[in-house]
């Protein structure tokens, strides 16, 4: 079993395409860890508040078919095949981490965006704080204390499963 850490974001009908996202990654992986659920400011464009969060979980599947099928539960929950980067998410889900893996296709592995986004690196030292990232060779609880927190979070009172 591969240990496997997806950051989940929305900011369009935020809570309920969570609820969404959460049942379907836990129809396809079983059993998650969550972290909790910050909102943060869209970044990159202007646009609605986000909520976003952090989820382990654990599969035998390989990183093109995890991806593929992160892409799949996007597209049941409304993403565009041609949405643009920075924009509004129904349901953005991405694959952060594959274990130790680093890689740049079919995924980049592990995403740039853990040390550049509070929103995604706050929720994984939360859940995985002693875990080791592969290129920095720090762990998430480091990399967290370490970062400039320019990027204003606030933890959303959230309870899963209801």
Partial sequence: MTDIYISLGSNVNRLDNVKAGLIALTAEFGSLTLSSLFASQAVGFEG???????????????????????????????????????????????????????????????????????????PLAEIAPLLMHPIKQKNYQQLWQQYNKKQQLEIVPFTWPE
């Fill in 48 to 122: 609605a508040e986000f909520y976003n969060m952090v989820i382990k979980a654990n599969t035998e599947l390989s990183v093109s078919q995890v991806a593929e099928k992160l892409r799949a539960i996007e597209f049941t929950y409304g993403r565009e095949v041609d949405a643009k980067k920075f924009s509004p998410r129904t349901l953005d889900l991405d694959l952060l981490l594959f274990d130790q893996l680093i890689i740049e296709t079919p995924v980049q592995l592990p995403r740039a965006e853990i040390t550049e986004n509070a929103f995604v690196l706050w």
